[in-house]
């Protein structure tokens, strides 16, 4: 088996940039870093600039750190961009087979900490979409020492579910194919709001080669149950951890900036209200056209938007 990991992509983000009508200030690819966390080797992307206020970034479930890409050629003047692989996304390894009984999310959330960690800054904004929102209100909730702003995007404790089945039944219905382009053609008949160029894109970065053609990256093993449990008591586990999250969200006191897409499937506007009024500082702004991969399809309006926020907070 192969597995294709791309260095030379720059002339292939100009193209996704101009497709977009996206006005970066340049072109530069971020530099690759590995290290060795909690066990897993964990890749990402460092954009430059480690003098200006630094900005982490966590993507969401299926997507990997380049989902940032075309946002971050708008930011790296502003801010020191970084942007994570998470466990089992990406170029990062798998969780170890003797952790997939182990609950997914608080794994994560102990890798967010080592990579702070591990990168070493005094403080940071740490900005997470879906799944990788998740994980950053987690460790706000622990470790809010090391937060000058927090930004969650396009998910909060309550979610609608038809968004996230529609997005896992794409997956499921396109999990390995023979040629690149006919992931790419099923890409676009999926959501044809973004240009063919845009998602060539991020197909680049979310596939790799295997010897029947191409895959996602992505590790989708299920999950064990934990030994003697059922499921109907894993579905009260599920419901007991909606309620953890909702007091987790109470408690955090880092300001921050909760950016909802307009055309989201994901996140309502009542449950974006909702937490926003739970939360003890928190700004929600709407982007408008952007569904809930809000920094992919209107990575301009949110790179503004989160700009705008953070040039105000760090100013105070």
Same mark, same amino acid.
């Given at each position: 088996?192969?597995?294709?990991?791309?260095? !030379?992509?720059?002339?292939?983000?100009?193209?996704?940039?101009?497709?977009?009508?996206?006005?970066?200030?340049?072109?530069?690819?971020?530099?690759?870093?590995?290290?060795?966390?909690?066990?897993?080797?964990?890749?990402?992307? !460092?954009? @430059?600039?480690?003098?200006?206020?630094?900005?982490?970034l966590l993507h969401g479930g299926s997507l990997t750190a380049h989902t940032w890409d075309?946002?971050?050629?708008?930011?790296?003047?502003?801010?020191?961009?970084?942007?994570?692989?998470?466990?089992?996304? /990406?170029?990062? /390894?798998?969780?170890?087979?003797? &952790?997939?009984?182990?609950?997914? /999310?608080?794994?994560?959330?102990?890798?967010?900490?080592?990579?702070?960690?591990?990168?070493?800054? !005094?403080?940071? +904004?740490?900005?997470?979409?879906?799944?990788? @929102?998740?994980?950053a209100l987690g460790y706000a909730a622990e470790h809010p020492e090391h937060l000058d702003?927090?930004?969650?995007?396009?998910?909060?404790?309550? +979610?609608? *579910?038809? /968004?996230?089945?529609?997005?896992?039944?794409?997956?499921?219905?396109?999990?390995?194919?023979? &040629?690149?382009?006919?992931?790419?053609?099923?890409?676009?008949?999926?959501?044809?709001?973004?240009?063919?160029?845009?998602?060539? %894109?991020?197909?680049?970065?979310?596939?790799?080669?295997?010897?029947?053609?191409?895959?996602?990256?992505?590790?989708?093993?299920?999950?064990?149950?934990?030994? @003697?449990?059922?499921?109907? &008591?894993?579905?009260?586990?599920?419901? &007991?951890?909606?309620?953890?999250?909702?007091?987790?969200?109470?408690?955090?006191? +880092? $300001?921050?900036?909760?950016?909802?897409?307009?055309?989201?499937?994901?996140? *309502?506007?009542?449950?974006?209200?909702?937490?926003?009024?739970?939360?003890?500082?928190?700004?929600?702004?709407?982007?408008?056209?952007?569904?809930?991969?809000?920094?992919?399809?209107? $990575?301009?309006?949110?790179?503004?938007?989160?700009?705008? %926020?953070? +040039?105000?907070?760090?100013?105070?």
């Amino acid at each position: 088996m192969t597995t294709t990991h791309r260095t !030379d992509y720059l002339e292939d983000m100009r193209a996704c940039a101009e497709a977009i009508d996206l006005n970066p200030p340049g072109y530069v690819l971020p530099e690759d870093h590995y290290v060795e966390l909690n066990g897993v080797n964990f890749h990402y992307v !460092d954009w @430059g600039n480690d003098h200006l206020p630094h900005l982490i970034l966590l993507h969401g479930g299926s997507l990997t750190a380049h989902t940032w890409d075309m946002a971050a050629l708008m930011l790296r003047d502003r801010y020191h961009v970084v942007a994570l692989d998470q466990r089992g996304h /990406g170029d990062t /390894g798998w969780t170890s087979d003797d &952790q997939l009984n182990q609950d997914n /999310g608080n794994l994560m959330v102990q890798d967010t900490h080592a990579f702070i960690e591990h990168l070493g800054y !005094d403080r940071i +904004t740490l900005c997470g979409m879906s799944m990788g @929102g998740m994980n950053a209100l987690g460790y706000a909730a622990e470790h809010p020492e090391h937060l000058d702003a927090l930004v969650i995007v396009d998910i909060a404790p309550v +979610t609608m *579910s038809a /968004g996230i089945i529609e997005m896992e039944q794409f997956r499921q219905d396109t999990e390995t194919m023979s &040629q690149f382009e006919d992931f790419l053609n099923r890409a676009v008949h999926f959501n044809p709001q973004r240009k063919p160029a845009h998602l060539n %894109y991020s197909l680049l970065h979310s596939l790799k080669q295997i010897d029947e053609g191409w895959t996602w990256k992505q590790d989708h093993r299920r999950r064990q149950l934990p030994e @003697g449990m059922t499921e109907e &008591q894993m579905k009260e586990a599920r419901q &007991q951890r909606t309620e953890s999250l909702w007091t987790e969200v109470k408690a955090i006191k +880092t $300001p921050t900036l909760l950016l909802k897409g307009e055309i989201s499937k994901v996140l *309502s506007q009542e449950a974006a209200t909702s937490m926003a009024e739970a939360m003890t500082d928190c700004t929600l702004e709407v982007i408008e056209g952007a569904g809930h991969s809000v920094q992919g399809d209107q $990575p301009a309006a949110f790179a503004a938007a989160l700009d705008a %926020y953070l +040039t105000q907070r760090l100013a105070t």
